[in-house]
């Protein structure tokens, strides 16, 4: 049976590269195709990973993969990568010209060492022909999918790039893929973030990466104990995680911060990072570490206020005596 699509009733319309049939139609999957369906339909103006997520109905994760993968494709052009959540992606205008698809030609089996921010953009094939040519990269992706589950040819491209173009050893990459796994954060652009800082801090033996690996999961594990203290809905922003941070690293407990939450929300009526942060440091300064010494302070702040009170009535009392006798 053959199938023709009757154009003519749909009215408006709007282009598909013929690159997505010829190429992909294979090799990207349902959430991809129904974002980048959606992007096309924006052609022109910039969309955000949560408009994408509820447009096609995927997860922001999912969104942000599916961006990637067709930046990656030469579908969509980006500047940058994604960054996470408050992502901003761009469709192709109409007037641009379509771009070509990379050919796929051979690649050696071992990548001579670029700078690290000059990432390639394999095509599946040039995937294949590396890790055929290369063990340690077989290896790596072999390890990597037991930790992750089978591997899209993005994920396998940004494993390439970490090992070979940012020098990461296969143990640290590991041991990254295994934390990312661990907070449910296995996007490849979230992973790569990790990467490039882990080479730029020069991470890259297993003691150091487990060393670090500790210090993020406790990070991690703090703001999650801080989201729910301060009941939050949304994750915390950029300067917002900065000051839980910095309250962690300082010492400040969850407890002695949520009261300082609730001092918060009884003085404005509403939850304030800067005004609550005035108030921890102002106990810091005062040497109140715990609940129970800022509680004990108070106590002996009302008992003050009460015997001053009573020292003004005895003085009024003893005032209106003498008057009364003059």
């Given amino acids: ?19 997505v049939a010829d190429n ?24 955000s990973a949560e408009e994408i997520s509820l447009a096609a109905g995927v ?19 980006t500047d940058m990568a994604v960054p996470q ?10 007037s641009a010209p379509q771009e070509q698809p990379v050919q796929q030609t051979a690649a050696p089996a071992v990548i001579e060492h670029q700078p690290a921010r000059q990432k390639q953009n394999l095509t599946p094939s040039e995937i294949s022909e590396i890790i055929k040519g290369s063990s340690d990269i077989a290896e790596l992706v072999k390890a990597a999918e037991c930790t992750m589950g089978n591997l899209n040819y993005t994920m ?15 143990e640290v990459i590991l041991t990254l893929l295994v934390y990312c796994q661990s907070i449910e954060k296995t996007n490849s652009a979230y992973i790569e973030k990790i990467a490039w800082s882990w080479s730029e801090k020069d991470i890259n ?26 009941e939050m809905k949304r994750r915390p922003t950029t300067k917002q995680l900065e000051m839980i941070e910095q309250w962690r690293s300082e010492g400040f407990s969850v407890e002695l911060i949520h009261l300082a939450y609730e001092k918060t929300i009884e003085n404005i009526d509403k939850l304030n990072f800067d005004y609550l942060n005035k108030i921890l440091l102002s106990w810091k300064e005062s040497g109140y570490a715990t609940v129970a010494d800022v509680q004990n302070a108070e106590t002996d702040f009302r008992r003050r206020r009460k ?16 008057i009364n006798n003059i």
């Fill in 307 to 322: 015997n001053e009170q009573k020292s003004d009535d005895f003085d009024m009392e003893k005032y209106k005596f003498v």
């Fill in 59 to 77: 997860s922001i994760q999912q969104a942000e993969d599916a961006v990637l993968f067709w930046q990656q494709a030469n579908v969509l052009t």
């Fill in 85 to 94: 959540q408050s992502s901003i992606m761009t469709a192709p205008t109409e």
């Fill in 1 to 19: 049976m053959d199938f023709k699509a009757n154009s003519g009733i749909w009215g408006t319309m709007f282009g598909v590269p013929c690159i």
């Fill in 24 to 47: 992909f139609l294979k090799l990207a999957t349902g959430e991809q195709i129904k974002v980048l369906l959606y992007l096309l339909r924006c052609s022109g103006r910039s969309v």
């Fill in 156 to 170: 396998q491209n940004s494993l390439i790039w970490m090992h070979n173009y940012l020098g990461l050893k296969k």
């Fill in 205 to 230: 033996t297993l003691s150091i990466a487990q060393e670090e690996v500790e210090r993020l999961t406790n990070s991690h594990n703090f703001v999650n104990k801080i989201m729910n203290a301060f």
